[in-house]
């Protein structure tokens, strides 16, 4: 009995961070380019009262075994990177990834991080920027005088400006692939993901080849999170919980009972 009453524990405090996973999704429900997460979990060590195949008479062996778990813990929390849907916006600084890859953005101390936030804006200098005020790698600069700016899906940037007859050339935009996206590191929030061991090497280039995706001005990607399935795995959470914190309460009646207990 006591044994249960920390191996529930265990599966209360799993459920827990299970809720505030869950938590955080629904609250980046409207987050343009966020990817869920999801807890995936494992059960602790098991005690060995009666190991499988242990002989009992001669020839003769027991076919099962006694092995009494510990629990649960959570083992990682996995960010999907499924693709979310695409909005329309008219604004023509707003880039959405159609396929895999991220944004390259450079921040104030050096460092690079990667984004599928496609909602630029331009600076005092024209330079394409987020909305925190990170350049895009590589770094395109749009004329202020621009009349207009013509991204394609192969990332090509095309500007006309006043007294040109043909569109001048930028860029092209590059996005970054990587062996294993879940790897990446979110602590900055921010829509910033950043290159940890876990993710393996960036790997930049052209847009729409080797496995990167395609571009499509005007439109945002919005969070691929799903409501309905967010309530849904809420509710499994919470009777989950509720049903740990049933067997503390069953484990504590127990021993009540053997604590009465008179010769």
């Not at 930049?204 to 439109?219: D, I, S």
Request: glycine fraction near 10%; proline fraction near 5%; charge should be negative.
């Amino acid at each position: 009995m006591i044994r249960a009453l920390f191996t529930a524990a265990t599966g209360m405090v799993a459920q827990q961070m299970n809720v505030d996973t869950i938590a955080n999704n629904l609250a980046n429900v409207n987050t343009t380019g966020f990817k869920k997460s999801r807890v995936n979990f494992q059960d602790l060590l098991y005690e060995t009262v009666k190991a499988a195949g242990t002989q009992t008479t001669a020839g003769t062996t027991t076919p099962e075994g006694i092995q009494i778990g510990h629990g649960v813990r959570p083992s990682s929390v996995a960010k999907i990177f499924s693709p979310g849907n695409l909005i329309a916006t008219s604004n023509k600084f707003d880039i959405a990834i159609e396929g895999d890859g991220f944004f390259e953005v450079l921040l104030p101390d050096g460092t690079l991080a990667y984004t599928r936030d496609g909602a630029f804006k331009i600076n005092q200098e024209g330079t394409l920027m987020t909305a925190d005020g990170y350049a895009m790698q590589p770094q395109i600069d749009i004329p202020l005088d621009h009349e207009q700016v013509t991204i394609g899906p192969d990332g090509s940037v095309s500007v006309r400006v006043p007294g040109a007859t043909t569109p001048t050339l930028l860029g092209p935009i590059q996005l970054t692939r990587f062996p294993n996206p879940a790897g990446l590191d979110a602590r900055l929030g921010r829509n910033l993901l950043l290159q940890t061991e876990a993710s393996g090497v960036p790997d930049t280039g052209n847009v729409g080849v080797q496995g990167r995706g395609f571009l499509a001005q005007g439109f945002l990607e919005n969070s691929n999170v799903q409501t309905v399935e967010e309530i849904i795995q809420l509710i499994i959470a919470q009777r989950a919980y509720e049903a740990n914190s049933n067997v503390i309460q069953t484990s504590d009646q127990m021993l009540q009972t053997a604590n009465n207990v008179r010769r």
